[in-house]
Nanobody, 122 residues
């Protein structure tokens, strides 16, 4: 069964860094566009970054541009989100999602992981 598993979340002080990973054991993520999303309490889920099939295109929301970096290692079937200079407003549950039907964008998400918590205290 296709599953996405996020890891790497935790508690980090402002200005610190974390690297999130998203893997799908036994499945080749290289065929898909992969996105990172986050949802804070009381807020809507937002797309923060996307990397298309073959890493042809990467996108970032304005809120994380210049601080976060998305990458993929298709040999390891893993997608990463390097998060630097973290701020309290980055606290949220972070989810990865796979866009299977259209791997040229993250407009439609077909599979979701369960999320990993990132907490940056104020």
């Amino acid at each position: 069964q296709f599953q996405l598993v996020e890891s790497g979340g935790g508690l980090v002080q402002p200005g610190g860094s974390l690297r999130l990973s998203c893997a799908s054991p036994g499945y080749n993520l290289g065929y898909y566009a992969m996105g990172w999303f986050r949802q804070a309490p009381g807020e809507q889920r937002e797309e923060i970054s996307c990397i298309t099939q073959g890493a042809r295109k990467t996108t970032y929301s304005d809120s994380v541009k210049g601080r976060f970096t998305i990458s993929r290692d298709d040999d390891r079937d893993t997608v990463y989100l390097q998060m630097d200079n973290l701020r309290p407003e980055d606290s949220a549950i972070y989810y990865c999602a796979a866009s299977v039907v259209d791997p040229s964008s993250c407009r439609q998400q077909d599979y979701w992981g369960l999320g990993t918590q990132v907490t940056v205290p104020s």
